[in-house]
């Protein structure tokens, strides 16, 4: 069963062996060099962590390990075994629950770029914004994100003279305004060559550098339109970076958090009011209350599975005598994220909580990661021409026994047994195991006599010493 999955398993981790090998590789070398004596463990995509060296041999199962740190450490950093979890990064809002220390996971395998695999991993409702989605204007409507920018605020302090450019820049017509044509929209080279580039790409290319420029300085430089979906093509390739005004901006403009140049923030917000009914604090206030929205819709999304987000989000945004409730501590995760539990608390009933350290719960949660092995192991009733047997069926194969008891004892002592291999092989001292075991017999109604099957899964877990 599922032969088409693993297949795809292994060819994925086939893939990415050498990529594993190089990156920890270079970890090992760097800790060596740093003269630091300590044990190197890997992430999994289910919260629990590994030794390297199985590590090594299945790195597909290290696959959105990042959203599986931070649901673990919101949990060890709020002391909340059940939560939900809302981790705002960059580029993208993830949910994700923990239920009774254990993270909610996936029931049919981890999606990896577009293929089904058999690695179970955390489940988790993902949006495309974050705090440095780019905040653009068109028709008058401003939109959020999907790509990810470096807010004017960090450019202003990265690069200088950037305020005097982005005060002197043209307005473009709004017929012409579109995702890579904005006011406050400027671009950077990054510094990786191109490879099968096309004329036009080349040419634009070569009029970047690593000094931001507008579209208005590519314009003037080539002396002709240049097409928009070119420069996409470019940021796609990573060629290029671009520079815009973003949800962090709008926290800045409103004083809400002030990590960089706040004039920055406030002199592209001028800039893109004008182009909107609306001034720069009104704009800045509706983007943080869309970024809120968004977190709620992610939330409540992954709280009713299956349920569509358009309806949800009828709800959310509606003038309603009601609103949705969420029965676990809702943690905030991200830098800026304590801007947001007012706004998001007018969207939703919970116990909405940012922890101390909350813009380092990934880092954290890499550091309290657990180790734990789910095994399971069927004992089956088989018969043959009229003979009845029993079959055990575990990760070391088929075997097979005259009595339903024989092969229960068997099963449980194997089950122990691997368990604790993994364990010890992962670094984990046998003092720091426990392993619990949970039973499910099925029998025929009024039959009585031994089960046709029983189904034991074993569930360890331990704590990595330092």
């Given at each position: 069963m599922g032969a088409y999955e693993r297949g795809v398993t292994?060819?994925?981790?086939?893939?990415?062996?050498?990529?594993?090998?190089?990156?920890?590789?270079?970890?090992?070398?760097?800790?060596?060099?740093?003269?630091?004596?300590?044990?190197?463990?890997?992430?999994?995509?289910?919260?629990?962590?590994?030794?390297?060296?199985?590590?090594?041999?299945?790195?597909?199962?290290?696959?959105?390990?990042?959203?599986?740190a931070s649901l673990m450490g919101a949990s060890f950093l709020s002391r909340s075994d059940t939560c939900a979890v809302i981790d705002v990064g960059g580029t993208s809002t993830d949910v994700s629950l923990t239920h009774g220390g254990f993270p909610q996971l996936v029931d049919t395998g981890a999606v990896v770029g577009g293929w089904h695999t058999k690695v179970k991993a955390i489940r988790m409702e993902t949006s495309a914004m974050g705090g440095d989605s780019h905040v653009w204007i068109?028709?008058?409507?401003?939109?959020?994100?999907?790509?990810?920018?470096?807010?004017?605020?960090?450019?202003?302090?990265?690069?200088?003279?950037?305020?005097?450019?982005?005060?002197?820049?043209?307005?473009?017509?709004?017929?012409?305004?579109?995702?890579?044509?904005?006011?406050?929209?400027?671009?950077?080279?990054?510094?990786?060559?191109?490879?099968?580039?096309?004329?036009?790409?080349?040419?634009?290319?070569?009029?970047?550098?690593?000094?931001?420029?507008?579209?208005?300085?590519?314009?003037?430089?080539?002396?002709?339109?240049?097409?928009?979906?070119?420069?996409?093509?470019?940021?796609?390739?990573r060629l290029i970076q671009a520079i815009g005004f973003t949800p962090t901006d709008a926290l800045h403009v409103l004083g809400e958090y002030t990590g960089w140049d706040t004039e920055a923030s406030i002199t592209g917000a001028k800039i893109l009011a004008r182009l909107t009914p609306m001034d720069e604090y009104e704009l800045c206030r509706k983007v943080k209350k869309e970024v809120a929205i968004n977190m709620a819709l992610s939330l409540m999304g992954y709280m009713f599975e299956g349920v569509e987000r358009q309806a949800i989000e009828k709800i959310l945004r509606g003038d309603y005598y009601s609103q949705f409730k969420v029965n676990v501590p809702v943690i905030l995760l991200g830098g800026p994220v304590r801007a947001y539990v007012e706004e998001l608390g007018k969207l939703i009933d919970a116990q909405?909580?940012?922890?101390?350290?909350?813009?380092?719960?990934?880092?954290?949660?890499?550091?309290?990661?657990?180790?734990?092995?789910r095994i399971e192991i069927l004992v089956k009733s088989f018969y043959e021409k009229s003979q009845r047997s029993i079959l055990v069926f575990s990760p070391e194969g088929r075997k097979q026994f005259e009595t339903h008891q024989e092969a229960v004892e068997y099963a449980t002592k194997l089950g122990n047994q691997l368990i604790l291999d993994y364990m010890v092989?992962?670094?984990?001292?046998?003092?720091?195991?426990?392993?619990?075991?949970?039973?499910?017999?099925?029998?025929?109604?009024?039959?009585?006599?031994?089960?046709?099957?029983?189904?034991?899964?074993?569930?360890?877990?331990?704590?990595?010493?330092?």
């Open positions: 292994a060819y994925l981790n086939a893939q990415l062996l050498p990529v594993a090998r190089h990156f920890i590789d270079a970890i090992m070398s760097d800790i060596r060099k740093r003269g630091i004596n300590a044990k190197l463990m890997m992430l999994k995509c289910d919260g629990s962590v590994i030794g390297i060296e199985e590590a090594l041999e299945k790195p597909i199962e290290s696959v959105f390990s990042g959203p599986a068109r028709n008058r409507g401003v939109n959020i994100g999907p790509r990810r920018v470096v807010p004017l605020c960090l450019a202003a302090v990265k690069y200088p003279g950037f305020k005097e450019l982005l005060k002197s820049g043209r307005t473009p017509s709004r017929f012409q305004l579109a995702e890579n044509i904005q006011p406050t929209k400027f671009f950077v080279r990054t510094g990786k060559e191109g490879i099968g580039l096309g004329n036009h790409e080349k040419e634009i290319l070569a009029t970047i550098s690593e000094e931001p420029v507008s579209i208005n300085d590519i314009f003037w430089k080539l002396g002709r339109l240049i097409s928009p979906d070119h420069i996409d093509s470019l940021i796609q390739k909405i909580i940012v922890p101390e350290h909350a813009e380092v719960g990934n880092a954290v949660g890499a550091l309290v990661g657990k180790g734990i092995k092989d992962s670094g984990i001292e046998y003092d720091d195991i426990d392993i619990s075991v949970k039973s499910e017999d099925l029998a025929m109604e009024d039959c009585g006599g031994s089960p046709i099957e029983t189904r034991l899964v074993f569930l360890g877990v331990g704590v990595p010493k330092a």
